[in-house]
Structures are given as C-alpha cells and as structure tokens.
C-alpha cells in the first residue's frame, strides 16, 4: 500500500482517515481494489491535468485501466477525489482545510489519480563505457525528456528506486577520476514483512480484499502470533508453533492457493453459479471433516536452534521452554531469535525481563 510505503501511515490508519475523507465527500468508496475511473471520474481528472499542466500533458484519448486480480472488487470504480477534484491546498473537512496525515492520504489519492490520466514519461536509455588501460568500465542511466505523468507521482522517486542520470558525454571525452572506490556486495536475507509488504503479498497470491486486509492484520497481531518491531513483523513463538500445528494437520486449508481459489467459489455462489447448499456438503465431508478427524490431539514441540536438548510447546496455551526437566514460560518479549543459551538458562532460573541483544555489525 502507497501509503504505508511512502506515508510511513499503517493499513489500520491509512482505512480510519480515509473513512474520514469518504465521510467528509472528498473520496470515494474507499474498500475497492479497482483501478479503473468511471465517466464521471475520467472527465475531472482530465479537466484538473488541463489547467494545472496544459493540454500537452494529456495523451489523446482517456487512459483505461484494468485490474490483473480475477477477483478484483470492481463494482466500485478505484478511489478518487471525489467531485470536482479539490485541490489539496484548499480542500476542506467540516470547514477546516485539511492538514497533517488527512492532507497527506488526500495528496496522495489526488495525485495518482491525476496522474493515471496524464502522458507516459518519455526518455532516453543511455550507456557510457569508461576505457582505462585496458580496463572498461560502464554506466547506463537514463536521460528523461519529457516527465509526463511523473511530474506528479513517481513510484520510483517515492521508493527511492529511480534511475541515475548519466550526462551526455560525446565519445573521445576526457574524464577525470575524481574518486574511485570498490564495493563488496552479497545477497542479503529476504526483509521480514512489514504490514504494508504482507498486504501487497496478499493481494499478489489474490487471498482477501481491502474489506478483509486490515481485519487479517489485526487478528495476527491481537492473537499474539506476531509482533511489530521497527515496522517489521516478527514471528513471536506462540506465531510457529500454532502455523506447526495447522501445516502439519491442515495443510490444504492454510495454502494461498486454497484462500484464493475459495475467494473465486464464493463469487460463483454469490453470482448463482454455484449451489451454496452443496459447496458447503463438499467442503465438510470431503475436507474438513476427514482433516480434523485425522488431526494430532497434541500440542506442537519446536527445538531451539542452538541451544541443546531444549524444546518449546504450548501449555495452558502459553509458550513454554521445556529444557533439563523443568518447565518455565517464555516471557512475551523473547522472539524466537533471541531464545539463546544465556537467555534461556535465565528463563529457568526465573527471569522475566531480558534485555535485547545488541547486533554486531558486519
């Protein structure tokens, strides 16, 4: 979501003010994955890119655009100011002009949906190739001639993602080396999500709608099975051992595939395609019911990485470290990752607060 990446504003919020922006007749419906502009919402856009950039900012025609997601909520044209477009600057809520994040969100929307309906940037790829000795060195970059749409909204200038420029430089140009520096580089481990990474994830695997996103991060988190560190989600233990428990035993039911392909069965039997009656009989006697009566009646064990002969389990439904005989629960701030030797002999002795680890760098 634009907003969480760009804004820093988390999906619960981003919903909360733009439910105040809808309320207030400055959007429109708010809980729609479409992406394509009514009529109505066409014209303004178009006559808002005229008289802020002119008619060289439009392409001839309007510009449509179609969701990828075969179960895209479309019945709801995609957000947009509402009207005749407000301007950011002097739009208002109940009277006063908007500020702070409310102003922000709005921006955002304002200037997306104006730029949906503006021209295509249009550039130039360049390469330059550096000779020294018998040594070439390259950059390639862009030089872009005409900004279009980007003059607006960017996602490459948003993310910090954009191309470099690279100066025209005829061939034969002397260059002199002002500085030279090498860089080892490796492959660092995939980022942990962050609330806006998973609902992007969400949305490429098609499991949920904007209706169902944020309620699924909040159930994540009131339940305990992640914790939001840094903008990060980090796994907490109750988070494995309860995803141990439903991929050993319901496999089928907790695949993206399986939420997807239910999402398109429930569209069917809201379209009359399909007998609700009988989708219902097959989901219980020829899924769940055989998956549950085959179900392990035992809580999940996990080892601990690293630390010898200790395990974790659920016990009265807390995550408990079962080492050396003795049974002791796991204070709610030990993640996984911080479950070392140290810590865990001082969990048995009784400890309940525990400094985080400091990481070395590299």
């Not at 995939?190 to 999500?193: D, G, L, T, V």
């Not at 695949?255 to 219902?280: C, H």
């Given at each position: 979501?634009?907003?969480?990446?760009?804004?820093?504003?988390?999906?619960?919020?981003?919903?909360?003010?733009?439910?105040q922006l809808y309320e207030g007749g400055l959007i429109t419906y708010m809980r729609t994955d479409s992406v394509s502009l009514s009529d109505e919402g066409v014209q303004a856009a178009r006559a808002a890119v005229q008289a802020r950039y002119g008619s060289a900012a439009l392409p001839p025609s309007p510009r449509q655009?179609?969701?990828?997601?075969?179960?895209?909520?479309?019945?709801?044209?995609?957000?947009?100011?509402?009207?005749?477009?407000?301007?950011?600057?002097?739009?208002?809520?109940?009277?006063?002009?908007?500020?702070?994040?409310?102003l922000a969100l709005y921006d955002l929307i304002y200037r997306r949906t104006l730029a949906s309906q503006m021209t295509d940037?249009?550039?130039?790829?360049?390469?330059v190739?550096?000779?020294?000795?018998?040594?070439?060195?390259?950059?390639?970059?862009?030089?872009?001639?005409?900004?279009?749409?980007?003059?607006?909204y960017?996602?490459?200038?948003?993310?910090?993602?954009?191309?470099?420029l690279v100066p025209p430089l005829p061939v034969g140009t002397p260059c002199l080396v002002k500085e030279a520096a090498a860089e080892v580089r490796s492959t660092p481990a995939?980022?942990?999500?962050t609330l806006a990474s998973l609902v992007k994830a969400l949305e490429s695997s098609e499991v949920g709608r904007p209706s169902t996103y944020v309620p699924t991060l909040d159930t994540l988190q009131e339940r305990g099975y992640v914790t939001v560190i840094k903008?990060?989600?980090?796994?907490?233990?109750?988070?494995?051992?309860?995803?141990?428990?439903?991929?050993?035993?319901?496999?089928?039911?907790?695949?993206?595939?399986?939420?997807?392909?239910?999402?398109?069965?429930?569209?069917?039997?809201?379209?009359?395609?399909?007998?609700?009656?009988?989708?219902?009989?097959?989901?219980?006697?020829?899924?769940?019911?055989p998956a549950v009566a085959r179900a392990s009646t035992q809580p999940p064990v996990l080892p601990v990485p690293g630390v010898a002969g200790a395990s974790v389990r659920l016990i009265d439904g807390q995550p408990t470290l079962i080492m050396g005989g003795l049974e002791r629960p796991i204070p709610e701030q030990v993640m996984p990752e911080d479950l070392t030797v140290d810590v865990a002999q001082g969990i048995l002795s009784g400890q309940t607060t525990f400094k985080k680890p400091v990481k070395k760098k590299k």
């Open positions: 979501m634009a907003s969480s990446t760009q804004l820093k504003i988390d999906p619960k919020e981003t919903m909360n003010l733009a439910q655009h179609h969701s990828k997601a075969k179960n895209a909520q479309e019945a709801h044209e995609a957000i947009r100011p509402s009207g005749a477009f407000p301007d950011p600057a002097t739009a208002t809520l109940d009277g006063a002009p908007l500020s702070g994040p409310l940037m249009q550039g130039v790829k360049t390469a190739y550096l000779g020294f000795d018998s040594d070439v060195f390259a950059a390639a970059g862009k030089v872009v001639t005409d900004a279009g749409f980007t003059v607006l960017d996602d490459a200038r948003e993310t910090g993602d954009e191309p470099q995939p980022p942990r999500f903008r990060q989600l980090v796994v907490t233990w109750r988070g494995l051992l309860v995803s141990q428990y439903l991929t050993e035993n319901f496999s089928l039911f907790t695949s993206a595939q399986f939420t997807a392909l239910m999402e398109t069965e429930l569209d069917q039997i809201a379209s009359g395609n399909v007998q609700y009656a009988a989708y219902l009989d097959h989901f219980w006697r020829g899924q769940l019911e």
